[in-house]
């Protein structure tokens, strides 16, 4: 071992027998089936490994690596055939799927939901091996999600029953509803693998498109217990599955042209790239959630305390693996050596483990060359003139894919973590004077996702909102940032995001508008009249949901 951390860190990985029983994978999960066409067809080509990042010592001590099992490597061909069970189940908006009353989606999605409950367990223990999220917070992950659909089932209830109205305006009459776009490319991110491809999926699913759904790279497992769930729930050809690596699947879905919505929370360059790829531009909406690089800008009046505890909490729930995360810190000159030294102490207290050691805050990392591209972030920083504040108690190392979190300061514009998104345990301090520094920073930034001020000086408070507002999709006031409540709007600007993602807006943002309008007098008025009394359209309608 090349130092003492390295060592603890190294104590840490444990032997097979000392995982808890009940969070135990039975045999590895090897995953043959596709779900294309409303078939499960048994795949028979390549399979990608799937490797934990956890690592397990065997009976000399070693740390393995250890096998969780495997899933296709599927190619342009299943892609392909992916694409026209899609494209025919939309049927240019006349399939069973986009024509069926809302009333009867929802039924379909209840019934999905009841089965993705009955999967729970299986799901929260893949979720745990595959990107090594706390117990806790991989069970947070999956109630949310079913919290979410719950919360998406009544929001389009009350879409529904806000569009029955006819408006009646200069001579015309019309009704206005949300329609489907046609089939959408759902790709959602490795750290919240279940939640953040659910809600778009979801939402883009009960407004009545036919889905291309490819599961991230780490946190592809977790759906196998879904497969036959989707299949029950929903007619052929609606949900389909996108296996294997995405630059062999996902570009010539793309330059098919057939894709009406990308919906992709991932980094920017993927979606650039992507959308570049699509021949009809305007046909392609883009539903984004990318890159963020979240400021908290840290007063000199600020309570050291909440904001020592919110920075913590912003900057290392799950590693810092979060797109919401806090991923640089402006402090005061005047408070910041007390601030780091809280920080550093209250770092310290945090327990670094396997995601079922008791009150664990940080786990194996999820992407195996992390740890690798954290230490060239802090040998840059340290050449640029910081230090890493907590290198005395640990900060820093990492072995294998397990790191101590890293406090480093002070960071300046020279170095990769004033810029670069580092989505991990590193924290990056900016000393500042001037509130134009933060600001600035703010301003000049590609991203623009959320920003954290912690201040009691409703004068400062007030001047920062004005100037930030044009800047972030959220500003948090003595709170770190984050997507939560789901009811809330999240979006970002610049880099950061295409569309919002509320419950409520999740629906618009999957959906146009259709409207429905006739010049008013007695025969129009009549035929709205049969129309409606004899239930005779789907689209044209009022009828009420409960
Ligand atoms: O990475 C983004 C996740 O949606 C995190 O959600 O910010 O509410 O914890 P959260």
Redesign the pocket.
């Known amino acids: 071992m090349e130092n003492k951390w390295h060592e603890a860190l190294n104590t840490l990985f444990p032997a097979a027998e000392d995982v808890p029983e009940n969070i135990r994978l039975a045999a590895p999960i090897n995953q043959k089936h596709i779900l294309v066409n409303g078939e499960i067809r048994e795949w028979s080509g390549p399979f990608h490994t799937v490797y934990s990042p956890m690592y397990l010592k065997d009976e000399n001590g070693e740390n393995k690596p250890l096998l969780i099992g495997s899933y296709p490597l599927a190619t342009e061909k299943e892609a392909n055939e992916a694409l026209d069970a899609a494209v025919s189940a939309y049927d240019s908006g006349r399939g069973e799927w986009p024509a069926m009353s809302v009333h009867a989606r929802i039924k379909c999605l209840e019934d999905f939901t009841k089965k993705m409950i009955s999967k729970r367990e299986e799901i929260v223990k893949l979720i745990v091996w595959e990107i090594s999220k706390s117990i806790p917070d991989a069970e947070k992950e999956f109630d949310r999600t079913v919290e979410y659909i719950y919360g998406t089932i009544n929001a389009v209830k009350k879409l529904n029953n806000s569009s029955m109205l006819f408006t009646i305006e200069q001579g015309f009459i019309g009704q206005t509803k949300k329609v489907p776009h046609g089939v959408v490319l759902c790709m959602g991110?490795f750290?919240?693998p279940l939640?953040?491809t659910f809600?778009t999926l979801i939402p883009a699913l009960i407004m009545g498109n036919t889905i291309l759904f490819k599961p991230p790279k780490h946190g592809t497992l977790l759906f196998e217990p879904l497969l036959e769930a989707f299949k029950e729930a929903f007619p052929k050809g609606v949900v389909n599955t996108i296996y294997g690596r995405g630059r062999d699947t996902v570009p010539v879905l793309m330059k098919s042209g057939k894709v009406d919505v990308i919906a992709l929370i991932g980094s920017s360059k993927v979606a650039d790239s992507l959308k570049k790829m699509h021949p009809k531009s305007n046909r392609l909406k883009a539903v984004l959630?990318l890159d963020a690089k979240n400021a908290a800008i840290i007063l000199e009046d600020a309570d050291i305390e909440l904001a020592v505890k919110e920075s913590i909490a912003g900057t290392l729930?799950f590693n810092g693996q979060?797109?919401?995360?806090l991923k640089i810190l402006f402090v005061h000159a005047s408070i910041v050596n007390k601030f780091n030294q809280r920080l550093a102490e209250e770092v310290e207290k945090l327990t670094v483990g396997m995601p079922w050691t008791k009150g664990v805050a940080i786990t194996p990392l999820a992407e195996p060359d992390k740890p690798a591209y954290h230490d060239q972030c802090l040998d840059d920083a340290v050449a640029h003139g910081a230090k890493v504040i907590n290198h005395e108690s640990g900060g820093g190392n990492s072995y294998l894919s397990l790191m101590k979190p890293a406090i480093v300061f002070p960071v300046n514009d020279q170095m990769k973590l004033y810029r670069e998104e580092q989505f991990g345990p590193v924290i990056p301090i900016v000393p500042f004077i001037s509130l134009e520094t933060p600001v600035e920073y703010v301003i000049n930034s590609p991203y623009g996702q959320q920003v954290s001020i912690f201040s009691n000086d409703a004068n400062a408070i007030s001047l920062l909102i004005d100037k930030l507002a044009s800047q972030v999709g959220r500003i948090n006031l003595n709170a770190q940032?984050?997507?939560?409540p789901?009811t809330f709007p999240?979006n970002g600007r610049k880099d950061s995001a295409e569309g919002t993602l509320s419950i409520d807006e999740a629906l618009n943002a999957f959906s146009v508008d259709s409207v429905v309008v006739t010049k008013q007098n007695a025969q129009n008025q009549q035929i709205l009249e049969n129309i409606l009394s004899g239930k005779k359209s789907t689209r044209l309608s009022t009828n009420v949901l409960f």
Do not use: H
């Open positions: 991110p750290n919240y939640n953040e809600t959630g729930s979060r797109c919401t995360a940032c984050q997507r939560s789901d999240f």
